[in-house]
């Protein structure tokens, strides 16, 4: 029997580091940062939306995590997410994933649920 993706992932503490590197890239990468850096001056707001992040790909993946943030259409409804912004996030995640040692057919995996959420995010 092959692992779950929660397990590729490295489960609870994998994912959790995967959020962090994910949204340290964010707050680096020069295209999408203005979006995140405001979260620095607020740490529980930040700590927050890393907690939910992990929840989400957590209880996504097959993890035991219950997901009780908003849905990903009212998340980001108002924020105006155009496709480059996106795409600079999925690079950033990716960037993530491999510092993390996550092997390609679990980064495809991954890659397959970030593209199907695409359409609720962009431009909304």
């Known amino acids: 029997m092959s692992k779950s993706l929660f397990d590729r992932l490295g489960g609870s503490d994998g994912i959790a580091s995967i959020v962090d590197d994910a949204i340290e890239n964010h707050m680096n990468n020069p295209k999408i940062n203005a979006r995140f850096l405001p979260y620095k001056?607020?740490?529980?707001?930040?700590?927050?939306?890393?907690?939910?992040?992990?929840?989400?790909?957590?209880?996504?993946?097959?993890?035991?995590?219950?997901?009780?943030?908003?849905?990903?259409?009212?998340?980001?409804?108002?924020?105006?997410?155009?496709p480059e912004e996106y795409m600079h996030v999925i690079d950033d995640i990716f960037m993530a994933l491999d510092k993390n040692a996550i092997d390609e057919d679990t980064k495809k995996d991954v890659l397959a649920i970030l593209w199907s959420l695409k359409g609720m995010i962009i431009a909304k």
């Open 41 to 82: 001056e607020r740490p529980e707001h930040l700590a927050s939306i890393k907690q939910h992040s992990i929840d989400f790909f957590n209880a996504g993946s097959g993890g035991p995590a219950v997901y009780s943030g908003r849905d990903m259409i009212t998340a980001h409804t108002g924020m105006n997410i155009n």
